[in-house]
């Protein structure tokens, strides 16, 4: 007898495909199939009736599948986030079924005792399957994930801890380890192959039960998933910029809703979203004394003297101190002295950045890299000049000024594997390094527990972006790196901004929720969470191709009266990699208006971003 299936190819943009096999094949078998003269990965999505043409064998059935819970996880991106069904299928992580799955019950003495406050956002928790923990920096909300998780393993089921993958630190996983030992696994995408595959392993024969991982690791072989975990909720790296252009977040919360599992949200600086949209519960209660001083210094850009002497007193005392920049590298722009352009990268329409360490340019978009010019290559007479500080420069400057001292940098063009992040950690939190200088990799939930002084610069860029989340995502970074000065005692934050009157009116208060209520107002009938919001870029080597794709999208989108075109043109990166970029913003108060028409963009050039930010 011969069978026919509708596979879906991992990895690819065409529509399922048909092939026959004299075996009777299960849904969600990952199956071996040839596709123009290339052996490809599929995935059985269902079988079809003979169709009325010829159809290959299926060359290879593997020992690898997805589950139904995954299959339905994958369709709903699909269909939600506007992707072809094979790009949404490869991002699981399939069973192997010649692994044999066993989850024991695991009693756990933990030790750990809760607080008042803890015990009311514990037991409101376990009262609500979707809750919001709007915890306080130094709070205790690691202790309540614990008992969450504690509870997972004596019914018998794993439990995921998803967080920023730049927040996996060897500190989180020493506490997990200490209370359940060796079921714990970290996963982010600086973990070897090798190592993956031997957590992998582990995770399919239920020697490991509890995942720490970045926004990738919801998407692995889970059998008996019993609770989520999303830590640093309102962190936009939980959102992918590749197609499928998923939220690992909103994800989570599809889990828990349509498997009846529990999810929770914590965060000392919750989105609005989730603030506006999902029961939540305060824990305000500190572990240790703090008291905080800000300084606000008006002047632009720059390490000057207070800054200066305020490090000299802190070193003079044995603290520790960090420094953050929203910009790695040594410079944002190198610009010309005469006729005032930026260097350019050739293949996008951003400045390229210095780093001295490879003593060249480089582009942060599409990763091009050239030799630092000589002259201008606009006007080939000026000198380039630096303009605006980043990591690297402000690590000389500080390295001349305090010569003896350990200055490190904490970004993402040092930090490139595990090893590096818990070298630099590790040595700084046992006081071998005296300044920490980074980005927004310092403000990730690390315990720094004598840092007494915190210096921020550039917020300013971050408060003037354009988006309509530069307020929320402005005072949530400085409130999150504020955090890490004083964690015990006194510290002081230094907030180099030009703009004191918005951070101080929230800083000083230390009231994040008052914002909250406050952006809400301001965001009602225009943004989410009132509105959905939605992208379409149009990108293309040939500058009129892209062009004349947005100009024709956006006559049929005018035409639909159940959303909004709020704007459109050249994407603020106008080229990328060689392609040029425009963009159509789109608004509705209906979900299910937007998805139509978004489904109806009629481009071959055209990229879809769902809930958009």
């Known amino acids: 007898m011969i069978y026919f299936y509708e596979i879906a190819v991992l990895g690819s943009n065409l529509q399922p495909l048909t092939y026959q096999s004299t075996q009777n094949i299960p849904i969600g078998d990952i199956v071996n199939i040839k596709l123009r003269n290339k052996i490809k990965q599929g995935v059985v999505i269902s079988t079809v009736q003979k169709p009325d043409f010829e159809c290959l064998e299926i060359t290879e059935i593997t020992n690898l599948f997805l589950s139904k819970q995954m299959l339905q996880l994958g369709y709903f991106i699909s269909s939600y986030y506007v992707s072809h069904l094979g790009i949404s299928l490869s991002l699981f992580t399939p069973f192997d079924k010649n692994i044999e799955y066993h989850q024991p019950i695991q009693m756990i003495d933990d030790k750990i005792e809760l607080s008042n406050s803890q015990e009311n956002a514990y037991s409101f928790i376990k009262e609500n399957k979707l809750a919001l923990l709007f915890a306080n920096t130094g709070s205790g909300k690691t202790e309540i994930y614990i008992k969450l998780i504690k509870d997972a393993l004596e019914k018998g089921e794993q439990a995921l801890l998803m967080m920023p993958e730049i927040s996996l630190t060897p500190q989180m996983q020493k506490r997990l380890k200490a209370v359940f ?30 995942i720490a991982g970045a926004r990738s690791s919801l998407f692995l072989p889970f059998s008996n998933l019993g609770v989520i975990i999303v830590d640093e909720e309102h962190d936009d790296s939980y959102k992918s910029d590749q197609s499928p252009k998923y939220n690992a977040k909103d994800l989570a919360i599809f889990v828990g809703r349509t498997f009846d599992k529990t999810v929770v949200l914590g965060s000392a600086t919750p989105s609005i979203g989730s603030y ?90 599409c990763g091009y890299t050239q030799e630092i010019p000589e002259h201008c290559p606009s006007c080939k007479i000026g000198l380039i000049k630096n303009y605006r500080l980043g990591t690297a420069e402000v690590v000389q400057i500080l390295e001349e000024k305090f010569s003896d001292k350990v200055i490190k940098r904490f970004d993402r063009d040092e930090i490139t594997t595990e090893t590096k992040l818990k070298t630099v950690l590790n040595e700084f939190n046992d006081g071998k390094i005296d300044i920490l200088v980074g ?30 989340r530069a307020r929320e995502n402005a005072l949530s970074l400085l409130l999150q790196i504020a955090g890490r000065s004083g964690r015990k005692g006194f510290g002081e934050v230094i907030i180099q901004t030009q703009n004191k009157e918005f951070f101080s009116n929230y800083m000083l208060q230390d009231d994040y929720e008052t914002f909250l209520k406050d952006e809400l107002e301001f965001r009602k009938e225009l943004y989410p969470p009132f509105m959905k919001l939605a992208k379409v870029t149009f990108a293309h080597t040939n500058h009129n191709i892209a062009y004349k ?49 978004l489904y109806h963009i009629n481009s071959n050039c055209a990229s879809i971003d769902m809930d958009t930010i």
Request: aromatic share 10%; hydrophobic share 40%; proline share 2%.
């Open 439 to 468: 980005t927004q990799m310092l403000s990730k939930g690390h315990d720094y527990h004598n840092v007494k002084l915190a210096i921020v610069l550039g917020i300013d860029s971050v408060l003037s972006m354009n988006s309509y």
């Open 276 to 365: 506006y949209k999902i029961p939540y519960i305060r824990l305000q209660e500190t572990y240790f004394d703090t008291q905080k001083e800000f300084i606000f210094d008006e002047s632009k850009l720059s390490i000057n003297e207070l800054i200066l002497n305020k490090i000299s007193n802190a070193l003079t005392h044995n603290h520790q101190i960090i420094v953050f920049l929203p910009t790695r590298a040594n410079f944002k722009y190198q610009i010309c002295d005469t006729c005032a352009k930026a260097v350019e990268c050739p293949y996008c329409s951003v400045s390229m950045s210095l780093h001295k360490n490879l003593k060249a340019l480089k582009c942060h978009y």
């Open 549 to 597: 794709q947005m100009e024709y999208n956006i006559e049929t989108l005018m035409k639909n009266q159940d959303i909004q075109v709020i704007g459109f043109g050249e994407e603020g990166v106008f080229k990328v990699a060689n392609k040029y970029r425009y963009k159509i913003m789109l608004r509705s108060k209906s979900p299910k208006a937007l998805l139509n028409a």
């Open 181 to 210: 030992g060796d079921s714990v696994a970290l996963w982010h995408s600086k973990i070897s192959k090798i190592k993956k595959d031997k957590i992998l392993q582990g995770l399919l024969s239920g020697e490991i039960k509890i």
